[in-house]
């Protein structure tokens, strides 16, 4: 009888024991679900940025957002996608700064052109 008990309290020690390890599992498994949205945000947005360069009012918003989600992204997990917003947010906005430098530029030479003609 007392072998029979002594297995039985084995026994529940041993399901105890692997259930907070599943319990554990679980746990850590839900941290980087969480986190990685801000990541796939900020790729997502990076994306939309660099596609839309053309509409500067939906480009511009979009591709800050992705350099925040980005930085926020890659002080967690999901450092991949994150880097990749994170460029892809830089991105454009060097070229939408490029894009308008070059068209300020082209402005001030054409204005000139035309007042030194007249």
């Known amino acids: 009888m007392e072998e029979e008990n002594k297995k ?6 041993e399901n105890n024991s692997e259930q907070t390890v599943v319990q554990e599992s679980n746990s850590e498994q839900t941290v980087p679900q969480e986190s990685k949205g ?3 945000a900020s790729m997502v947005l ?6 839309l360069f053309c509409i500067w009012y ?9 350099i925040i989600f980005g930085v926020v992204g ?4 999901g450092k991949g996608m994150a880097i990749a917003g994170l ?6 906005l060097a070229i939408l700064l490029m894009i308008y430098l070059l068209a ?10 035309l007042s030194s003609m007249s």
Request: aromatic share 2%; net charge negative; glycine share 6%.
């Open 58 to 66: 939906i480009s511009i918003p979009c591709a800050i957002l992705a």
């Open 46 to 51: 990076g994306i939309i940025s660099v596609v």
């Open 87 to 92: 460029v892809l947010g830089i991105v454009a």
């Open 104 to 113: 300020i530029a082209g402005f001030a030479t054409l204005s000139s052109a």
């Open 74 to 77: 890659m002080k967690k997990d």
């Open 8 to 13: 039985t309290e084995e026994i529940t020690q």
């Open 38 to 40: 801000l990541s796939i």
